[in-house]
């Protein structure tokens, strides 16, 4: 795109803005609700765990605000060093990390502390954005475009693995191949790669203890019979209490701060278990309140990708934002309501995290731009014409690879 190209932003798109937000101020209703016991618990201090939360919101609002200004040519620019940048810090955690949990993903010391698997969620998208744009759909089909997109994505993978950390390898996969099939990448080839990412999977659970305890006392391994028929009940205590905790909740919660599945009952209530805490304090309503609004911001998401759909970078990461913060959504609620097995991912700006929550509103104001750039017709101005499709016509490909 040539700089005369580059698009005039419009208005701020609200059908983004306000369901974030609104995730964003429950999650950090949530993560003081749900984890003052743990912090008064420990030598941190009841307000430990929301002081730095809501520093965290701070950054990533910022972050956000800066995404939301620097146009798509730029940001595509920038994919190829952040990429790389990231790369580097994720092998750094192999290197000079520090283990919490029994998981090595951190760098840093204290507040300054840096978990490079959460930004690598979001450089990605961006630099396959701009790596899948620039090519065509023979040379994506070709065994060199595959192997490219195998590379990129596969490095990514394996020193993520390392840590290790599969919830954050599915979510990265999932969301990589969703970009993949949307630049017109054969369904049949798709679905190869989905069985043999899945043949991988099944290997990671099975050589791992934990990870297959957690797999076969799902609900879903017994009803599939490759679950025990009676399962450890250590292996169920996060999920029982979890879902003990919502049924208590019923319609309308016991009450903002009343939870008692937090003390204790719980395990990481605060972390990969908000969800639980969220549906005994405000009930179904309360649950389905943020089921509606993860579902607005999806049609939202892929409507805007919809509008960017003859330019591939833009609309490309839309896509890959919005498939990473649903499927991240997905596998959180069915993991703590017993659908899916556990996989301990967080629940995007709900859960405690600091760096996940900074990362995810990057992408948002990323989400933002692309918006303003691409926005919505109305009534009395003329649709824009759509330049720079690329050689490969985003929009043709998208629509040939649906219809795979």
Known sequence: MSAASVRAPGRVDFWILIPICALTIAGLIAVYSASFVVGAASERGSNYYIYRQVLWAAVGTALAIVLMNISTERLRALAGPAICATILALAAVMVMGYSVNGAQRWIGYGIFSVQPAEYAKFTLVLFLGAWLGSRTLPVMSSGEGLLGFLFWVGTI?????????LGTTLIIGATSLTMLWMRGFPVTRTLALISAGLLLVSLFVITSGYRTER???????????????????????????????????????????????????????????????????????????IIVLFVILAGRGYQVA????????????????????????????????DVLPLTGVPLPFLSYGGNALAAELMAVGALLRISREFPPPRPGRP???TANRGPAQATSLTVQGAAR
């Open 157 to 165: 993978c394996g020193l993520i693995m390392a840590q290790p950390s």
């Open 215 to 289: 797999f076969t006392s799902s609900a879903i391994a017994r009803a599939a019979g490759l679950g025990a028929a009676e399962p450890n009940p250590d292996d169920r205590f996060q999920i029982d209490h979890a879902v003990s905790a919502i049924g208590n909740g019923g319609l309308e919660g016991i009450g903002i701060g009343a939870s008692r599945g937090k003390f204790f009952y719980i395990p990481e209530s605060h972390t990969d278990g908000i969800f639980a805490v969220v549906g005994e304090e405000t009930g179904f309503i309360g649950t389905m309140s």
């Open 306 to 337: 919809q509008r960017a759909a003859g330019h591939p970078f833009p609309h490309l990461v839309a896509i890959g934002i919005t498939t990473w913060f649903i499927v991240q959504a997905i596998l959180n609620i069915g993991g703590i309501t």
């Open 383 to 385: 649709i824009p014409a």
